[in-house]
């Protein structure tokens, strides 16, 4: 879609598919118009001369600052567990959320 195009309800219905939004036609409308001024304030961005400008990732130019790692005394697995009752041997045992139908568990 062009910058100075209108978003189509086709590309609509597109976008929504892909978020996995079911909207009905209020929401659509409102979409398309939201989406729109997107669009048209980002439109305005190509009216900005940027001819001999080097881009940038960022604004600012900042040394990288990384702390030495220093090993430290961690907890043991007693201490980690302590407060927990869902223990499998030396791991947390949590709910399966990924494929998993209602009843089981």
């Not at 609509?12 to 036609?25: K, N, Q, V």
């Not at 980002?42 to 604004?59: C, M, Q």
């Not at 040394?63 to 302590?82: I, W």
Request: aromatic share 4%; proline share 5%.
């Amino acid at each position: 879609m062009a910058v100075n195009q209108e978003i189509t309800e086709s590309e609509l219905d597109e976008l929504g598919e892909l978020a996995s939004l079911c909207l009905d036609s209020a929401e659509k409308k409102e979409l398309a118009r939201q989406l729109n001024a997107v669009m048209g304030a980002l439109s305005r961005i190509r009216e900005v001369e940027t001819a001999g400008i080097e881009p940038a990732v960022h604004p600012a130019v900042m040394p990288v600052r990384f702390r030495d790692d220093e090993v430290e005394p961690s907890l043991s697995q007693e201490q980690v567990f302590s407060n927990t009752a869902h223990r499998s041997d030396s791991y947390f045992r949590v709910p399966r959320i990924a494929g998993e139908e209602s009843g089981e568990g």
